[in-house]
């Protein structure tokens, strides 16, 4: 793979409250709108790489917008090479540790560089890869909250449109029961051929997650997500032996590493890494070559459009998660037809603004 020169001029970082189009009630809360951080990554040679973090919170937004200055400052004038520029920045934040807002920002910075590769070398983010564009197999991943059974089946019928053949669901009701008859109002309206995933948002304690997973088994469900604290590696591991549907975690892995740990642990069936959190497409691709030393299947999380590039050039690819979260603000959103996102056959990795309604949202 050969990447073009370029030079890290200038780094800016602007925050949106970009609205979703469906409230996503968790475990942990409920979300109505998703505060995003929008990088621009400007070269001396007059290339401009973009990407985009998601914050949770908007408080958090200003914090990871100051870290992105002290990036700048210490890449300024730099080549673009993103294993070298990663290592340098390691370094700079080695005593205050690659975690947390300090990860988040350097990812950020990260999938802008390769963005910005791509959109020099004049070749879609997959091209420079050593791929090509294809269609990515998704699941719809908006909405389907918690919620009142009925509801919840009224909203996955609509999130079929667009072909999908897969849809998540959110549990952690204050009951089995409940759980139970979320999925169950749920999976009666879906046709046999639609995939059900659910997701607990780290919800359960270790004895819960058993009992609720054992009644899960016999529901059909295409795997159960993060039922307990997302770096608890012993229980997961015994919730994958102990249970028939299988155990997804990853999007919570802190870099490759952590990743790692958990399949020494066998922690889990699948695993889901996280763009912010793996450590951007630098830390993705050393993921995924864990996942296909350990033949373990790779979803993604979040960030559909870049990661639909990540997942084409992923041995043991599972599922793209689709959310359009960003639609809003971008001038081209990822399309998807038949139930699979269309990687597009163009430079870069499919993030450019829409300046318009970036202003429309931006955060003040």
């Not at 300024?76 to 934040?93: N, S």
């Not at 963005?115 to 991943?141: C, E, F, H, M, Q």
């Not at 948002?201 to 469900?221: C, H, I, K, P, Y």
């Not at 030393?293 to 599922?319: C, D, I, N, Q, W």
Request: glycine share 8%; with cysteine; aromatic share 6%.
């Amino acid at each position: 793979m050969s990447e073009p020169r370029l030079t890290v001029r200038a780094l800016s970082a602007r925050g949106v409250d970009a609205p979703l189009k469906l409230p996503l009630g968790t475990s942990a809360g409920t979300l109505r709108s998703a505060p995003l951080l929008l990088i621009d990554l400007e070269t001396e040679e007059g290339v401009t790489g973009h990407s985009y973090l998601f914050c949770y919170l908007n408080a958090v937004v200003p914090a990871i917008a100051t870290v992105l200055g002290e990036v700048e400052r210490s890449v300024r004038g730099d080549r673009i090479a993103p294993a070298d520029l990663w290592a340098k920045l390691a370094r700079r934040f080695k005593l205050i540790g690659v975690q947390g807002i300090v990860r988040m920002a350097m990812a950020g910075f990260d999938c802008a560089c390769w963005d910005a590769l791509a959109l020099a070398a004049g070749k879609p983010l997959v091209t420079l890869l050593g791929g090509a564009p294809r269609r990515i197999r998704a699941y719809n991943s908006n909405g389907l909250g918690l919620m009142a059974p009925e509801a919840a089946a009224d909203e996955a019928e609509k999130l079929l449109e667009g072909g999908f053949s897969a849809v998540k669901l959110r549990l952690g009701y204050p009951t089995p029961a409940a759980d139970l008859a979320a999925v169950r109002a749920v999976r009666k309206r879906l046709p046999d051929d639609v995939e059900l995933m659910v997701d607990y948002n780290q919800a359960l304690t270790f004895v819960q997650a058993l009992e609720r997973g054992r009644a899960l088994d016999s529901e059909g469900v295409a795997w159960i997500e993060e039922p307990i604290r997302h770096d608890d590696f012993r229980n997961c591991a015994e919730l994958a032996r102990e249970l028939a549907t299988p155990i997804q975690i990853g999007e919570n892995f802190s870099l490759p590493e952590q990743m790692g740990e958990a399949i020494l642990a066998r922690a889990s069936d699948f695993v889901m890494p996280d763009l912010e959190r793996i450590g951007g497409v630098s830390g993705w691709q050393r993921a995924a070559t864990l996942a296909a030393g350990s033949k373990l299947p790779m979803s993604s999380h979040l960030f559909p459009e870049a990661s639909a590039h990540l997942l084409a050039v992923t041995p043991t690819r599972h599922y793209l998660e689709y959310v359009d979260w960003a639609a809003a603000i971008l001038a081209e959103p990822l399309r998807i037809v038949g139930g699979e996102a269309v990687i597009p056959d163009r430079p870069g990795s499919g993030v450019a603004w829409d300046e318009k309604a970036v202003k429309r949202y931006e955060m003040v």
